[in-house]
């Protein structure tokens, strides 16, 4: 909770506020899009409110794993690959029909 003193908010002029926030403030520049990519974006929006930069900031988050591979799951990629290259796989369809979902 924020006290007002004498200097301001929690002894910080409102100017002084107001002029870090300034500062921190992202530039904004036009894009075009077309007709149906916004709509598109529109409906991919969590809440109306939200701002178009805000959803596409969320869905880079979600298609980019910055984090790194680790060994064990490089190692197991690798195998896979292996396996795939000399023909040890079963075809989707046939898991599926396997599992009685086909």
Known sequence: MLRSTSRGLRGRSLYGILWCNY???ATSQT??????????????????LESYNDCIERLIDIIYDNEPLSEETI???????????????RPLDDAMRGLDLL
């Not at 075009?32 to 109306?48: M, Y």
């Not at 190692?75 to 796989?89: P, Q, S, T, Y």
């Open 31 to 48: 894009i075009k899009l077309k007709s149906a990519t916004k709509e598109r974006l529109t409906r991919l929006k969590i809440h109306p």
């Open 75 to 89: 190692r197991r990629l690798d195998e896979a690959e292996i396996d795939i290259k000399a023909g040890k796989f």
């Open 23 to 25: 500062n921190f403030m």
